[in-house]
C-alpha cells in the first residue's frame, strides 16, 4: 500500500532518507575503514605473492617426487617441514629445490643438511624410495 499522494510529494521533496546505522561517517568510522584497506592491501599483496610462487611450488613437488617416488602430499610436507626447520619461507625453499634442479646453482648447504634429514625422516616413517644420494 502507498502513502497518500501529499506524503509521497512530501517525500520526493526532502530527498532519500539515510539509511540505518551509525550516520554520517564519524573519525572512528572513519579509521576502521583506513584499517580495513590497509588489511585487505597487505591480504592482495600476500595472494599475488602466492599466484607467482605457486607454479614454482608446484615444479619443486615434482623434483621431490620424481627423486623420492611419492605422492603430492608427501613431497608439500617435506617442503614444508625443510621450510620450518630452516626458518626460510617455503617459496625460498622451493626456489633452491628448482634452481639445484635446473642445474642452475647448487642448493645452500643449510637447505640441503634440512632437505637430507627431512626425507631421512620420511624413509623412517615407512615410506619407499629410490634415492641414490
Known sequence: MQPPPDKQDQRAREGPSE????????????????????????????????????????????????????????????????SQRSNVKVRVVVGAVTAAAAGKEPMPQTLRDHLVAAVARWQVDGNESTVSG
Open 19 to 82: 539509511p540505518p546505522g551509525d550516520g554520517p561517517l564519524t573519525t572512528d568510522s572513519d579509521g576502521r575503514a583506513a584499517e580495513e584497506l590497509a588489511r585487505l592491501q597487505v591480504e592482495n599483496e600476500q595472494l599475488k605473492q602466492a599466484m607467482e610462487s605457486r607454479p614454482v611450488i608446484d615444479m619443486a613437488r615434482g623434483v621431490l617426487m620424481g627423486w623420492l617416488v611419492c605422492p603430492s602430499e608427501n613431497a608439500w610436507e617435506i617442503l614444508v617441514e625443510v
